[in-house]
């Protein structure tokens, strides 16, 4: 819910506005106008457009007391009920508590405008009237919210200002009925749907006589179309430091650089960047050029083929290339142009290497490459790659090592050279107590000379493991 635009309606036909529950009878009409009789107006606004929501209300307030100001001989009075909704569910719900429990006999509430307010914008004629509004309606700003950074009215003011004037013009014309104005169904069932909520007996008859309402407002010429205040003026603007009006456009006279007496067609000078009144033309975009790689094999990421003097490109890599410059185009509005150049010496050929191909973007030669480079490291600190269009993952290079699962000596794997050299020397020192122990004993085995007995002492641990 952003800008305000008129005529600012929920037309919620079937329960919020507008639903007629039958005629008044004619004797009615004598006896209402001796006393006053009041029409309540609700209005929905947006809490986080604190601003658009401020602006509203004070003009609102301010078209009440100032309509009936000049007119203190009307019969009837606008009552005002303000709340909030955020998005559409909340403003339905809004709607529902309006009608229900204050009976509203119409709604107000803002609308979506997708106008782009720094280019066209709605003309508003200065008048006396306007500049005594602005005033009084600073003075009520800063009386209800004194640190607003609010620093004047916009449209959106002017259009709600108008928007209760028009109501309340709407409601003097039509009769009132003496009885209440708002009547609920008659049904005991506890119900939430739309149908218990009631409806309004001058409804269609205030609906009907505000499409019939036509004054000069604060904002110009009140006039609804299809339920819309349509403007007949428009401002063009050259968007250059805080805004230039350069033209007009109405539905009459198309555009035109005035609207008194001394029209004249076409916009006035407009004023490009860096304050020049010459049109730029140098905003061509020129074609991309995109490098190739031209090399043997693999022709299935890139390929050339030349026929006659035309020379054509294929592939996977062309083919992806192509298909994110299709999508690129219907984004930015305009065909992206580009030409594909081979790399290649004499020989038809590249002689050189990838880096050497996108070293070139950096040179200016090329715009980009396409082709199947790798990206590697050391050549992200000249060109940006792509996300690749492959798998992606971790790749590692390892050496390749024999299976020993099947050597026949696998078993003394676990053995280490300090677990042999503490094994062995326990042997021997075994085999030295050992011999020690049967020396003075007449066991031969333990005799002779003293090379056969370091014999055995040395060969005793080998035959206790092989032979038990």
């Known amino acids: ?59 609102m307030n301010l078209a009440i007391s100032d309509f009936y100001a000049l007119r203190p001989n009307y019969q009837t009075r606008l009552h005002l009920r303000v709340t909030t909704a955020k998005d559409l569910v909340d403003t339905a719900g809004a709607a529902v508590d309006l009608l229900e429990n204050f009976q509203v006999d119409a709604i107000i509430g803002p609308q979506i405008s997708t106008a782009a307010p720094f280019l066209v914008e709605s003309h508003v ?18 009386l209800m919210k004194p640190k607003s950074p609010l620093t004047g009215i916009n449209f959106s003011g002017l259009w709600a200002y108008d928007t209760i004037c028009a109501l309340a013009r709407a409601a003097e014309k039509i009769l009132l009925p003496t009885n209440p104005s708002f009547v609920k169904p008659n049904t005991s069932e506890s119900r939430i749907d739309f149908a218990s909520l009631g409806a309004s007996r001058i409804g269609s008859r205030l609906r009907d006589e505000l499409r019939n309402t036509r004054f000069k407002g604060l904002s110009g010429e009140f006039n609804l179309i299809n339920r819309k205040l349509e403007s007949s ?23 035109s650089q005035n609207l008194g007496p001394n029209y004249k067609n076409g916009l006035k000078q407009i004023i490009w960047p860096g304050d020049s009144t010459t049109t730029p033309t140098g905003w061509a975009i020129p074609s991309l050029k995109i490098g190739v790689p031209m090399k043997l094999g693999f022709p299935e990421f890139v390929e050339q083929r030349k ?29 992206v142009l580009h030409d594909f150049i081979g790399f290649e010496d004499k020989t038809r050929l590249m002689d050189e290497s990838y880096d050497d191909l996108l070293l070139q973007i950096k040179n200016k030669k090329f715009d980009a490459v396409v082709g199947d480079t790798t990206i590697v490291a050391n050549m992200t600190d000249y060109v940006d790659f792509t996300l690749p269009y492959s798998e992606s993952g971790w790749t590692m290079l390892v050496l390749a090592k024999g299976d020993n699962r099947k050597n026949m000596w696998i078993f003394l794997k676990p053995w280490t050279w300090d677990l042999w050299l503490t094994v062995g020397t326990s042997c021997i020192f075994i085999t030295i107590v050992i011999r020690v122990m049967g020396h003075n004993t007449e066991n031969t085995e333990f005799r002779g000379s003293y090379r056969r007995q370091l014999a055995m002492i040395l060969l005793f641990p080998f035959y206790a493991f092989v032979i038990p």
């Open 1 to 59: 819910m952003a800008n305000f635009v008129c005529i600012f309606f929920c037309f919620l036909h079937y329960f919020i506005l507008f639903h007629d529950t039958g005629a008044m009878p004619e004797s009615s009409a004598e006896t209402i106008r001796g006393s006053k009789s009041s029409v309540h107006i609700g209005a929905i606004f947006d809490p986080d457009s604190t601003l658009d929501g401020v602006i509203a209300e004070i003009s």
């Open 125 to 142: 004629p200065k008048s006396k009237e306007l500049e005594s509004f602005n005033r009084r309606w600073k003075r009520e700003l800063h």
């Open 233 to 255: 003026v428009f401002e063009i603007i050259n968007v250059i430091g805080n805004g230039r009006v350069v033209g007009y456009w109405t539905p009459e006279k198309g555009i």
């Open 307 to 335: 026929n006659g003097n035309k020379t054509t490109y294929t592939g996977f890599s062309v083919d992806v290339f192509s298909a994110v410059l299709e999508t690129l185009d219907k984004d930015l509005g305009f065909k």
